[in-house]
Nanobody, 117 residues
């Protein structure tokens, strides 16, 4: 079965950095599009970053130039490096997998990121 396990969240001061990780199992990771979403209190879930199996990336305008998505296919893991964090980045961050050979999508359990002084 497919499992996605996020880690790396926490409390950080404005201007700080965090790196989130999402370890996947049960999928052919190298051909899977991996997304990072976030959901702030009282708001809907929004796409933050996407990385396809071919290496194409896409970012929400609000994080361009600050966040970087990357993957290690040998470790079946996708990362989200978050720099210059702002209080408005506070949210639960989720990873999502879209396997190329499977019509379903899969979600992790989420990891809390809080940016506050």
């Amino acid at each position: 079965q497919v499992q996605l396990v996020e880690s790396g969240g926490g409390l950080v001061q404005p201007g700080g950095s965090l790196r989130l990780s999402c370890a996947a199992s049960g999928i052919i990771f190298s051909i899977t599009t991996m997304d990072w979403y976030r959901q702030a209190p009282g708001k809907g879930r929004e796409l933050v970053a996407r990385l396809t199996g071919r290496g194409t990336t896409d970012y929400a305008n609000s994080v361009k130039g600050r966040f970087t998505i990357s993957r290690d296919n040998a470790k079946n893991t996708v990362y989200l490096q978050m720099n210059s964090l702002k209080p408005e980045d506070t949210a639960v961050y989720y990873c999502r997998a879209l396997p190329a050979n499977n019509p379903n999508d899969y979600w992790g359990q989420g990891t809390q990121v809080t940016v506050s002084s």
